[in-house]
């Protein structure tokens, strides 16, 4: 009996010595300490980012492959708010994810391809997605009181829920809604000037913004569309937060492309929201003012070999999990 006792005192002990499974490395947060911490490590370090897509029961499948090929987590979580029905329907995962990242010492990002609100709520990627709307139908998105307008506002209704429910846990979020806008593949893009995508970027942010998202921290997004001209896409520097680029027509931005962003940013932190090709240490040593990158899904094996992404991973300069300053 006392030899009995004896090991359950010390199995006791030892449990209590345990790491706790749920133990949070990044305590709750704010959008301004995240901001923060991008400025303070610009020039300096890039946190590393890995997107997971589509299907949301699976919202951590890429972040995994990372972890199998470098041993390494990603010092950021991208996931998205989906369009698919069973994706949408399976919302919830996604957001439960992104606390667990955040716990777990990632900064987290959420993407959405949105549904046009002349659609449902759910539409396919292909003539929902990557569709158009006529100039009628998207002079109503973006003028209030009509009913397109009203549509694209039920529309964010949908996700408000999600957003708070992170707020209430301390997880600010780097949200980068309508992407890619210079590009034609999306119902919101490629409409310069004042009253184009700007402006429907200009209503999602204060819409959400009324509704006490102060844990958004606002990324705008153009694809590196060698006609330029992104300035036009611009919506104000008082509804961005982060300034980003997809780089899509080339393997790495050019250092025209990095100049440009720059000059639109104006001191804000710039970042590289989707790439292809892992980042090499070329451009990590060359242009040193993003504060991070993020692989798009499926590419992140599908266009690189595994030592190119360890290298990209064990650069000096790049901060993964674990290595992100908590807030």
């Keep these: 009996m006392p030899r009995a006792r004896g090991i359950a005192l010390l199995a006791a002990a030892l449990l209590a010595l345990a790491p706790t499974p749920n133990a949070r490395a990044f305590p709750s947060g704010s959008k301004q300490q995240v901001l923060d911490h991008l400025r303070s490590i610009t020039g300096s370090y890039v946190v590393s980012g890995q997107h997971n897509k589509e299907p949301a029961s699976n919202p951590g499948q890429y972040t995994q492959q990372v972890k199998d090929v470098t041993g390494r987590y990603p010092g950021l979580w991208g996931g998205d708010l989906m369009f698919r029905a069973e994706d949408v329907a399976d919302r919830q995962r996604v957001i439960d994810q992104a606390e667990t990242e955040?716990?777990?010492?990632?900064?987290?990002?959420?993407?959405w391809h949105v549904c046009p609100p002349t659609m449902g709520s759910s539409c396919e990627f292909e003539d929902g997605v990557k569709s158009a709307l006529t100039d009628a139908q998207?002079?109503?998105?973006?003028?209030?009181?009509?009913a397109l307008n009203t549509a694209w506002k039920r529309r964010l209704d949908e996700v408000v829920p999600y957003f708070q429910q992170l707020k209430a846990v301390g997880v600010p979020v780097l949200f980068r809604p309508l992407h890619g806008m210079n590009e034609s593949w999306n119902w919101w893009g490629h409409r310069p000037g004042t009253n184009?995508?700007?402006?429907?970027?200009r209503i999602?942010?204060?819409?959400?913004?009324?509704?006490?998202l102060d844990n958004l921290i606002w990324v705008w997004n153009v694809q590196d569309n060698p006609a330029g001209g992104w300035?036009?896409?611009?919506?104000?520097?008082?509804?961005v937060d982060v300034v980003s680029l997809d780089v899509r027509y080339k393997s790495y931005p050019s250092s025209s492309d990095y100049q440009q962003l720059q000059g639109i940013a104006g001191g804000k932190p710039i970042a590289l929201a989707e790439m292809g090709k892992i980042p090499n240490a070329a451009l990590l040593d060359g242009q040193t003012r993003w504060a991070y990158f993020m692989m798009w899904s499926e590419q992140l094996r599908g266009n690189n070999t595994n030592a190119e992404l360890q290298a990209g991973y064990f650069h000096p300069r790049v901060l993964n999990q674990g290595e992100v300053k908590s807030p």
């Excluded at 999602?204 to 006490?212: S, V, W």
């Design 102 to 111: 955040w716990a777990n010492g990632s900064l987290v990002a959420l993407t």
């Design 138 to 146: 998207f002079t109503q998105v973006v003028t209030d009181g009509t």
């Design 196 to 201: 184009g995508s700007a402006r429907l970027y």
């Design 204 to 212: 999602t942010h204060d819409y959400l913004g009324a509704k006490g």
């Design 231 to 239: 300035s036009n896409y611009y919506p104000g520097a008082g509804c």
